[in-house]
């Protein structure tokens, strides 16, 4: 089964994605994924991220099979009451992204959840 890592947002343009190490040969061709909304995109550029969030992403396909043109759709969780802001989680992981220089970077994450993980990535 192939592996499809979806989901990861890059805010600044000199931050490097970081990279999956196959587990096998016949998943080398599998591409990397980033979806990154600095420039364009629908109205999911606007949900922030929450370490607790109220929608989960799901990457679904519709007429083809081709995980390449998966869509990524965000669903609720629960019910969510009204005017509640929309939040979903980025889904780094810590201490996996890595500026230009080879340096770890860091950015704290202010989501303000009781199980806050303190730090975006």
Not at 52 to 77: I, K, M, T, Y
């Amino acid at each position: 089964m192939l592996l499809v890592f979806l989901c990861q947002q890059r805010r600044l343009r000199d931050v490097a994605l970081p990279t999956r190490v196959s587990q096998s040969s016949e998943d080398e061709n599998v591409p990397e994924f980033c979806i990154d909304a600095g420039s364009k995109g629908n109205f999911a550029r606007f949900i922030n991220h929450s370490c607790e969030p109220n929608l989960f992403v799901q990457c679904v396909l519709s007429s083809h099979q081709d995980l390449r043109l998966a869509r990524v759709v965000l669903f609720a969780a629960d019910n969510i009451p009204p005017l509640q802001e929309l939040t979903y989680d980025y889904g780094y992981t810590l201490d996996s992204v890595h500026g230009p220089d080879g340096n770890v970077k860091k950015l704290t994450c202010y989501c303000g959840a009781l199980n806050c993980r303190k730090r975006l990535y």
